[in-house]
């Protein structure tokens, strides 16, 4: 039987999924469950090894970061020291009712499913939908692992559900060779005892720990489980069509639909709001994808997708970001080009979770910033962004994502309802030039605003404190908390020192 | 119009220098809709076929590590010095790169212990 293990690549160089940056590391590690068939006592065989890898990297000094699928833009999720891959870490773990406290409501079958942090996205759709379940949001892609997802606080556009963060309910967590430990709300306990001895864990029950370990880019240790509360089996009905300004902005400002008789079904509050804005075209400009959730059937028609038809090819953003560099003004031909062929229309389609948010086939240097907004302040930066990307011809489209406030104490999505405005490009100096105005512009208009912190950025610390003001402080003293003295640099990376995330510093 | 010509004669090869020599002639992935690698970064290697496809160096690419799970995605990519390559020795030698990922293992679910 062969038993958990930890394997040195020898790579030195990582880059991301997007490729938009190389990071020296000094080794990157894959990490394999063993193969004992019972779910649980593999998982223990696993923590057991993650903890013997930390003492190994406590002993050599070495800062720790484990990896998940590598979708951020950012350096949040990287050191320069040891990385750890964990996508092979894909147990699954169903729920038992002596596993789960009565207070927590009566028992429904596999509505708490405890994931191994490696598991994907695409990974969690289809057991979940065997078990006639679905997660309750995702971002648009199904490439990242349940840890990472969670980590950087990624969002859907299911307004009122919330971010990835907010379905979490517990986190069992790996802080030193000799401590692990499984953190869940104490306002809302949701597990026993019987499964805390199940994981031999140390069971905390603090909701600053809680909230603030939500959304910490693997600073609070090594994520080895998450508990996630799960849907009954839905099905969603997609649309999306181009529309006018003049009808969509006053639902972009206000998320109030209860006079919008232009939407497919008309005044109804839709369970997946969103709206792509070629800014070159501002006659129908506005694409708008709403979906509507529904008690899952068997008869609904699936989703066909035609893989035969002619895309971009893995170099055309390069090749597209210098060719407009030098011809800028073949760049509004090139954005509705490309959102034409990228945003066709949808009528009356049908899919579970899984079908409508599915593999991104996209590949390249994509270039993306998002920032999130107060939804009152939506057209505000829309219009500034709209006159920035003529003055810099920038080549691509904005999109307004919508979302409820996150418990996660420095999740991004903070506002009572964020607007999370992105910018997806191409690598070239225009996008540079663009990203820079815009957030210039909105530092001088004092819109007040956050990044997310997995894609483009200029944080630094003073932005993030202001940004975050006394939530910092509660997550500081909270990470200091739980985790041992002498493992903080371990879990301390630059991108942390850089941004005032640390109390001291690491070994960077 | 000579003058004309010549500048947009000139402009081409300007836009054609400034994009192509960094840039991959073709890059192709084969994947599936099930596609969820085990891997984070591409494993790689130079396949060579030598005189019109008579002598193959290595014979097949082979991955040792990928086991029962099988492959998750591979891309295939020539560039243009391999075009070249190609051209000036009538097809002698063909140059592409392969790179690959292992895909998953399933997930163990159940409830035990």
């Known amino acids: 039987m062969a038993s958990a293990r930890i394997q040195a690549t020898n790579i030195k160089l990582l880059s991301t999924v997007h490729e938009n940056f190389k990071q020296p590391i000094d080794n990157l590690f894959n990490i394999f469950n063993g193969d004992n068939p019972n779910v649980l006592a593999g998982y223990n065989e696993t923590t057991t090894a993650i903890q013997q890898f930390l003492a190994d990297a406590l002993q050599k000094k070495k800062s720790v970061r484990a990896l998940g699928g590598n979708w951020s833009w950012t350096k949040v999720g990287f050191t320069k020291d040891w990385m750890l891959s964990t996508t092979r870490l894909n147990r699954i773990k169903r729920t038992l009712p002596e596993e789960i406290e009565p207070s927590f409501g009566n028992f429904e079958s596999d509505k708490l499913v405890f994931a191994q942090c490696g598991s994907s996205i695409q990974e969690l759709n289809t057991v979940l939908r065997s078990l006639g379940r679905s997660l309750k949001t995702s971002g648009a892609s199904n490439g990242q692992t349940i840890a990472g997802l969670i980590s950087n606080g990624t969002h859907g556009s299911a307004i009122d559900t919330g971010s990835s963060p907010d379905y979490v309910v517990g986190l069992h967590l790996i802080v030193g060779p000799n401590k692990h430990v499984y953190i869940e709300r104490a306002s809302k306990p949701v597990v026993t005892n019987v499964f805390i001895q199940k994981i031999g864990a140390e069971h905390i029950r603090d909701d600053s720990i809680f909230n603030s370990a939500l959304v910490s880019f693997g600073s609070f240790g090594f994520i080895h489980g998450v508990m996630i509360e799960t849907d009954p089996l839905y099905l969603l009905n997609v649309f999306r069509k181009p529309m006018s300004g003049d009808v969509v902005r006053p639902l972009m400002q206000t998320l109030d639909f209860t006079n919008a008789p232009f939407l497919p079904r008309p005044n109804i509050r839709p369970f997946h709001f969103q709206v792509t804005i070629n800014p070159y075209d501002t006659q129908k400009g506005y694409y708008v994808t709403v979906m509507y959730k529904e008690k899952y059937r068997e008869d609904y028609p699936r989703i066909v997708t035609d893989f035969n038809k002619a895309g971009p090819g893995e170099d055309a953003p390069i090749l597209l970001g210098r060719i407009t560099d030098l011809v800028p003004q073949i760049t509004p031909l090139i954005v509705s080009t490309t959102i034409k062929s990228g945003y066709n229309e949808i009528d009356n389609a049908w899919g579970t979770h899984g079908e409508v948010f599915t593999t991104t086939m996209l590949r390249g240097k994509i270039l993306s910033t998002a920032m999130g907004i107060a939804v009152e302040n939506t057209n505000k930066v829309m219009d500034i962004a709209s006159r920035l990307s003529k003055e810099h011809s920038f080549v691509g489209v904005f999109s307004c994502r919508f979302v409820k406030q996150t418990f996660a104490t420095v999740g991004f999505t903070k506002f009572p309802f964020t607007c999370i405005a992105e910018f997806d490009s191409f690598e070239a100096q225009s996008t540079w030039r663009f990203f820079n105005a815009l957030w210039k512009e909105l530092d001088d208009a004092a819109i007040p605003y956050t990044f997310h912190w997995g894609k483009i950025n200029n944080l630094d610390a003073s932005r993030v404190r202001k940004m975050y003001g006394n939530k910092l402080d509660e997550w500081l003293a909270a990470r200091n908390k739980l985790i041992p003295k002498e493992m903080l640099p371990i879990f301390t990376n630059e991108f942390m020192v850089q941004t005032g995330l640390v109390n001291g510093l690491g070994f960077v | ?113």
């Open chain 2, 1 to 113: 119009m000579k003058k004309t010509k010549l500048a947009s004669f000139g402009f081409c090869i300007l836009l054609i220098v400034y994009c192509v020599p960094l840039q991959s002639c073709s890059k192709y992935t084969v994947t599936t809709t099930q596609k969820d690698p085990a891997d984070i970064y591409y494993k790689k290697k130079i396949a060579v076929s030598y005189f019109w496809g008579i002598v193959n160096k290595p014979r097949s690419v082979i991955d040792t590590a990928c086991g029962k799970t099988g492959l998750s995605e591979v891309k295939i990519t020539s560039n243009i010095g391999y075009s070249l390559l190609h051209v000036v020795t009538l097809g002698v030698v063909h140059v592409v790169k392969v790179e690959w990922k292992c895909q998953k293992e399933p997930p163990v679910i159940g409830f035990q212990p």
